[in-house]
C-alpha cells in the first residue's frame, strides 16, 4: 500500500502524539470529575440554603476555571493530530473512528461549552435551579465526551462492527451499536472515567488537607474533603471493578498485551497472577533465560482473570510469536505469510478492477476475503515485533494497580478521621493526602501506558500496524513540531501550574478579577474550629 | 427515515450540515475579530478589560463549532481530513497553534502566577484573531484554487510540496479571501461589541471600525469574487466520476443552482445592511444583519463549492485525485448513523440560544466587571 516505511517519521508522529496526550492528560480528570464535586456542594446548597454551601462550589468552580481553558486548548491538538499525523489512518479507519468525534462534537462539545458560560457568568443572573442545572448539564457533558472518545479508543483496542472494503481499501462501519456498546468500549469508558472521578477527589483531599495543615478555610476544607473522601472512596472501588472488566477483555483480544503486562513468555494452563516481581533484565522472546529474578505469584488467577476459569490456558509472548498447535496458535510467522496473500490479493483485485477484468477481480477478493483478517499481519517485518515492550508495560501496570489498592485504604482512613473530627491531628495523613493526588495522576498515567504501549505495533489491533497509519511526510516537519508543540504546552502547563497554586493559597476569598483583590465573603467559618485555637498568623482573615 | 435515502443523497445531506456549520464558524469569528480590535477600542485597562469579557463569554461557541466543523468533515468526509490535514500540514499546525494560544489567553490573561503577564496573553488574542483567521481563509481558498496532492489507488494521499502548505500563501487569489476573511471577522467583532458593551466611549470607536475595516473587507471580497466567477473549475462527470476543467464553473454554479444565487446575493446584501445602519443610522443593531448575512453568503459559497458535480478539494497536481462528495465520503451505512446524530443540531441550537440569552440580559459595563461573590470576570 506504501512504497516505503519511513521509521523516523513513525517514530517521531508517535512520540508527538503520546506527548500531546499526556499533557492533556494532565487537565481531563479534573475537568470531568471537578464538575461533580461542584454540583454535589451546589446541590446541597440549593437544598438547605446555606451560603458556605454555595461558597464551596464557587472556590472549586473556580479552580476548574482554570483548569478547563487549557484542557480544550490541547484537545483540539489531538483531534487535528488524526489528520494532520496520521492521514493514512484517518482515511482507513475515519468511517467508523470520525462518527464518535463528531458525535462528541455535537452531543457533548456544545453542550458543555454552552451551559459552562452560565456556571460562570450566570450566577445572580439566572435562577439558582437553572444554575445547579447547568452545573450538571457540565458534567454530563464533559462525561458524554469522554464516552465518545473512549469508544473511538477502545475500538481501536477491539475492532468491532465493521467489515474492509476493497474498492475503496478502507475499513467501514456495518453496525454503530456494537461500536458503542461494545463490552470492551463500556468498560474502558467505565475505567477510565472513575479514574478520573478519583484523581479529582485526590485534588479536593490535597487541597482541603492543606488548608487544615495551614489552619485556614477550615469549614470549607472540612466539608470539601467529607465530599471529596467520600466520592473518592465509591469511586475507587468501583475503579478496581472495572478494572478487573479491563483485563479480562484484554485476554479476549489482545492476548499479546496481556502477556506484556504478566511479563508472561511461556504460556501455560492454570497461569498464576504475579504480584510483583523483577524482570530478568535482557529478556528477549525466544531465548531460555529465566522469566523473573524473583517473583511472588498468586497461583491460578491470571487463567481466573483473563478466562474465568482457574485452569484456562493463557498463552504467552513465546507461544503467540512460534505457534502452540497443541493451543491451536498461529505463529506471528504464519500469520504474516497470510496477511501478505491478503495484500498481494487486494492489489491484484485493484488491477483487475482497472483492466475491467471482473472474474480476476472476484477471484482475488475471495482470496482477500479469506485471508483478511491477518491483513494487519502483512506489513509487518519480524515476527517478535507483535510483542510490546515487555519491563515497560509490566512496571506500569503494577504500579497502577498498587497504587489504585492504596487508594482505597487511604480514602477510607481520611473519611474515618474527617467524619470523626480528629484528621487535624494527623498530619501525616493530611501530607499523605496530598502526595496520593501527583500519585493518581501517576497511576493513571501508567494506566495510559498499558493500554496504548501494550497495543503496539498495531493503531488497528491486528487490522493496522502503526508505522502504515501515519501520514505521507517528511519526518522533519513532525520532529519541527514536536519541539514546538513541546515548548508551547510545557511553557502552558507551567502557567497554569502556577496560577492554580496561586489561587489555592489565596483560597476561596478571591473571587473575579485578581488584581483588584478580594470582592467576595470575607471569612467563612470564624465559628469553626475543628479543635483549633483562633489563632493565625493571617491577622485572623480565616482562623 | 436516512435508510432509504441514496449514498448521493446522504452526501449531499451531509455537504449541506457541514456548510451549515462553516456558515456558523464564519459568523461566530466575530470573537476573532473583536480580539483583533482591544487595544482599538479599549484605551483603558479598564475599557480592554470589558471588551475582552465581552469575548471572553462568547468565544468558547467559536472554538467549539470550530471543532465540531473539523470532527463533522472527519466523519463525513474523512478523504478530506486525511488529504488535507495531513498534507498541508505546517499550515494547519500554524492555525492550530493560534487557537491554543486563544483558549488559555482569556483565563490566564489577568491571573496572579500566570507566568507571561497579561500583555502576552493579548498578545496571543492578537495572534489568534489576525493568524488564525487570515490562515483559515486563506486554507478555504484551496477548496477553489487546488492544491498539489497525489492520491493513490488505495485513497492513500501524498503531498507534492515539501512546505506542506505553505505554498497557499504564494496565491494572490488564496490571500483575498484570507484577509477578505479577517476584515470581515473585524466587522463583525466591531458590531457585536457596540451591541454588546454599554460604553459610550467603545460603542463610538466600534462604529468606526465598522466602518474603516468594511471598506476594507469589500476590496478584497470582490477581488475573490470576481477572480472566482471568471476562473475555471473543477468538475467531474457524474457518470464516470473523471474530473475536467470547466470554465467559469462557479458562476455556471451560480446560474444553474439559482437558490445559491440568491442566497449569496441577499446574504451580501444583509452584510452590506448592517454596516449602513451602523453607519449611518447609528444603530447597535448591525451585528443583526451583517452576522445573518455572512451566514448566507458563506452558505451560498459552499454550495458551488460542493454541489452540481463539483469538487470540493481539487488537485492542481493530478486532475484525477480530486475530492469530490462522492468520492471522499463515509459509507452509506456510516452517514445514516451520522444523520440520526444530526438530528440534535435543532437542540443544541436551542439550548445554546435560552442559555445565551439568560446570561446576556444584562449588557456589559463597567460595574459589570466589578460584581463579585464568584461572579467569573476574565
Not at chain 2, 263 to 269: D, E, K, Q
Amino acid at each position: 500500500m506504501t512504497e516505503h516505511i519511513d521509521m523516523a517519521l513513525v517514530n517521531w508522529s508517535r512520540g508527538q502524539f503520546a506527548m500531546t496526550a499526556f499533557i492533556h492528560w494532565f487537565f481531563i480528570p479534573l475537568t470531568i470529575g471537578l464538575t461533580y464535586i461542584i454540583a454535589i456542594a451546589e446541590t446541597i446548597y440549593v437544598r438547605t440554603g446555606d451560603k458556605e454551601w454555595e461558597r464551596i462550589a464557587k472556590f472549586w468552580a473556580k479552580l476548574f476555571g482554570i483548569n478547563f481553558a487549557i484542557g480544550v486548548g490541547t484537545g483540539i491538538i489531538l483531534g487535528l493530530e488524526f489528520g494532520t499525523n496520521w492521514a493514512n489512518y484517518s482515511w482507513i479507519s475515519g468511517d467508523i473512528f470520525g462518527a464518535p468525534l463528531a458525535a462528541e462534537g455535537i452531543m457533548a462539545f456544545f453542550l458543555e461549552s454552552t451551559f459552562i458560560a452560565v456556571m460562570f457568568f450566570g450566577w445572580g443572573k439566572v435562577s439558582k435551579r437553572f444554575h445547579l442545572l447547568s452545573t450538571y448539564l457540565v458534567a454530563f457533558g464533559a462525561s458524554l465526551s469522554a464516552l465518545w472518545i473512549l469508544v473511538a479508543n477502545a475500538w481501536m483496542n477491539y475492532p468491532v462492527g465493521m467489515v474492509f472494503n476493497p474498492d475503496t481499501a478502507r475499513h467501514e462501519m456495518v453496525d454503530f451499536w456494537s461500536v458503542l456498546l461494545s463490552p470492551f468500549a463500556i468498560n474502558k469508558f467505565l475505567h477510565t472515567i472513575t479514574s478520573c472521578f478519583v484523581i479529582a477527589s485526590f485534588f479536593v483531599v490535597a487541597v482541603s488537607g492543606w488548608y487544615i495543615i495551614k489552619k485556614r478555610n477550615l469549614l470549607l476544607a472540612r466539608r470539601s474533603m467529607v465530599i471529596g473522601a467520600s466520592f473518592g472512596l465509591v469511586t475507587s472501588i468501583f475503579l478496581t471493578l472495572t478494572g478487573d472488566g479491563s483485563a479480562y477483555y484484554v485476554a479476549q483480544k489482545q492476548p499479546a498485551k496481556l502477556a506484556a503486562m504478566e511479563a508472561l513468555y511461556d504460556g501455560e494452563e492454570g497461569a498464576g497472577l504475579v504480584a510483583f516481581g523483577l524482570i530478568q533484565p535482557g529478556k528477549q522472546v525466544g531465548d531460555d533465560r529465566n522469566d523473573f529474578v524473583f517473583k511472588i505469584e498468586i497461583p491460578r488467577l491470571l487463567s481466573m482473570l483473563g478466562y474465568r476459569d482457574f485452569n484456562a490456558f493463557v498463552p504467552g509472548a513465546n507461544d503467540l510469536v512460534y505457534g502452540n498447535e497443541q493451543q491451536g496458535i498461529l505463529s506471528a510467522s504464519e500469520k504474516i505469510d497470510r496477511g501478505r496473500t491478503a495484500l498481494n490479493a487486494l492489489a491484484g483485485f485493484k488491477e483487475a478492477r482497472a483492466a475491467g477484468d471482473a472474474a480476476a477481480a472476484d477471484r482475488a477478493r475471495e482470496v482477500f476475503e479469506e485471508n483478511y483478517y491477518y491483513m494487519g499481519y502483512g506489513h509487518l517485518f519480524d515476527p517478535e515485533s507483535i510483542i510490546p515492550n515487555v519491563p515497560f508495560i509490566f512496571y506500569s501496570f503494577r504500579i497502577m494497580v498498587m497504587l489504585g489498592f492504596a487508594f482505597i485504604v487511604l480514602f477510607i482512613a481520611v473519611l474515618y478521621m474527617v467524619v470523626t473530627g480528629t484528621i487535624h491531628r494527623h498530619r501525616w495523613l493530611l501530607w499523605l493526602g496530598i502526595l496520593a493526588f501527583p500519585l493518581a495522576f501517576l497511576a493513571s498515567m501508567a494506566g495510559w501506558v498499558v493500554a496504548e504501549v501494550g497495543r503496539q505495533p498495531w493503531t488497528i489491533q491486528g487490522l493496522l500496524p502503526t508505522m502504515m497509519s501515519t501520514s505521507n511526510i517528511n519526518a522533519n516537519a513532525v520532529i519541527l513540531t514536536f519541539w514546538l508543540f513541546l515548548a508551547l504546552l510545557m511553557v502552558l502547563l507551567v502557567a497554569e501550574m502556577r496560577i492554580m497554586l496561586t489561587a489555592i493559597r489565596k483560597g476561596p476569598d478571591n473571587y473575579g478579577k485578581d488584581p483588584g483583590g478580594a470582592t467576595g465573603p470575607s471569612d467563612d467559618n470564624n465559628k469553626e474550629t475543628m479543635g483549633y485555637n483562633h489563632t493565625s498568623k493571617e491577622g485572623g482573615r480565616h482562623v | 427515515m436516512f435508510e432509504a435515502l441514496t449514498h448521493l443523497q446522504l452526501q449531499q445531506y451531509w455537504w449541506l450540515i457541514m456548510s451549515v456549520v462553516a456558515s456558523g464558524l464564519v459568523f461566530l469569528l466575530f470573537v476573532q475579530g473583536g480580539q483583533t480590535l482591544i487595544g482599538t477600542l479599549g484605551k483603558t485597562d479598564g475599557e480592554r478589560t470589558m471588551v475582552i469579557n465581552s469575548l471572553g463569554r462568547k468565544w468558547e461557541f467559536t472554538f467549539t463549532t470550530l471543532v465540531v466543523f473539523a470532527a463533522g468533515m472527519f466523519a463525513s468526509f474523512p478523504l478530506f481530513y486525511a488529504t488535507s490535514f495531513g498534507g498541508a500540514y505546517y499550515a494547519w499546525k500554524i492555525f492550530l497553534v493560534c487557537f491554543v494560544l486563544q483558549s488559555v489567553a482569556f483565563e490566564f490573561r489577568r491571573k496572579k502566577g500566570n507566568l507571561l503577564g497579561q500583555k502576552t496573553y493579548e498578545a496571543f488574542l492578537y495572534i489568534n484573531g489576525f493568524l488564525g483567521v487570515f490562515i483559515l481563509g486563506a486554507a478555504v481558498a484551496t477548496f477553489y484554487t487546488g492544491s498539489a496532492f497525489y492520491r493513490s489507488e488505495y485513497n492513500l494521499s501524498y503531498w507534492q510540496t515539501t512546505s506542506y502548505g505553505l505554498e497557499i500563501l504564494l496565491s494572490p487569489h488564496n490571500v483575498s479571501l484570507g484577509l477578505a476573511i479577517l476584515f470581515l471577522a473585524r466587522v463583525l467583532g466591531a458590531q457585536y461589541l457596540l451591541n454588546n458593551i454599554n460604553v459610550a466611549v467603545i460603542r463610538q470607536r466600534a462604529r468606526r471600525q465598522v466602518v474603516v475595516n468594511a471598506g476594507i473587507f469589500l476590496v478584497f471580497f470582490l477581488y475573490f469574487v470576481t477572480r472566482l466567477l471568471l476562473m475555471d473549475g473543477y468538475a467531474y462527470d457524474p457518470v464516470t466520476l473523471q474530473v475536467f476543467m470547466e470554465p467559469h464553473k462557479y458562476l455556471n454554479n451560480f446560474l444553474q443552482m439559482p437558490v445559491s444565487l440568491v442566497f449569496f446575493l441577499a446574504g451580501v446584501v444583509l452584510v452590506l445592511y448592517g454596516i449602513f445602519v451602523t453607519w449611518i443610522r447609528h444603530s447597535i443593531r448591525g451585528i443583526w444583519y451583517s452576522g445573518p448575512g455572512t451566514f448566507l453568503t458563506v452558505l451560498a459559497l459552499f454550495f458551488i463549492l460542493g454541489y452540481n458535480n463539483t469538487c470540493f478539494y481539487p488537485s492542481s497536481h493530478d486532475l484525477q485525485s480530486s475530492l469530490t462528495i462522492q468520492n471522499a465520503s463515509s459509507s452509506h451505512y456510516t452517514l445514516t448513523a451520522m444523520s440520526y446524530i444530526s438530528l440534535f443540531v435543532p437542540v443544541v441550537l436551542g439550548y445554546i440560544f435560552y442559555a445565551w440569552r439568560s446570561i446576556d440580559r444584562r449588557k456589559i459595563d463597567e460595574d459589570d466587571m466589578k460584581e463579585g461573590g464568584g461572579h467569573h470576570v476574565y
